[in-house]
């Protein structure tokens, strides 16, 4: 399986970027998915994340408000949009998918996703 992030990029803060996450060998549809990320130095983080069918969402407290997570599944992808983005946000960002299809139950422990992505950099400037 594999899992890839895409959409990062250099920002100002204020600024917004929409990551896109998409699958090769896998029907991403079927699947819950997670956006996690990690700074440097930090431990991997919990974003949000989306229920197979996009029914349920999750998200940290610290996104309220800004982030918003959702998924097309006719285009197999799945979407983080970041709004008034700040420094603090600077990270690889990942998306994570568990391993059973059509779970339902979503988590912010990332043991509690299987495959992961290899990431996208979102660094935001001062």
């Known amino acids: 399986v594999q899992l890839q992030a895409s959409g990062g990029g250099l920002v100002q803060a204020g600024d917004s970027l929409r990551l896109s996450c998409r699958a090769s060998?896998?029907?991403?549809?079927?699947?819950?998915v997670a956006w996690f990320r990690q700074g440097s130095e930090k431990e991997r983080e919990f974003i949000a994340a989306?229920?197979?069918?996009?029914?349920?969402?999750y998200y940290a407290d610290f996104v309220k408000g800004r982030f918003t997570i959702s998924r097309d599944n006719a285009k197999n992808t799945v979407f983080l949009q970041m709004n008034n983005l700040k420094p603090d946000d600077t990270a690889v960002y990942y998306c994570?998918?568990?391993?059973?299809?059509?779970?339902?139950?979503?988590?912010?422990?990332?043991?509690?996703?299987?495959?992961w992505g290899q990431g996208t950099q979102v660094t935001v400037s001062s």
């Open positions: 994570a998918v568990p391993l059973i299809p059509n779970r339902g139950v979503l988590t912010a422990v990332p043991n509690g996703y299987d495959y």
């Open positions: 060998t896998l029907t991403l549809s079927r699947f819950d």
């Open positions: 989306i229920t197979w069918s996009g029914s349920e969402t």
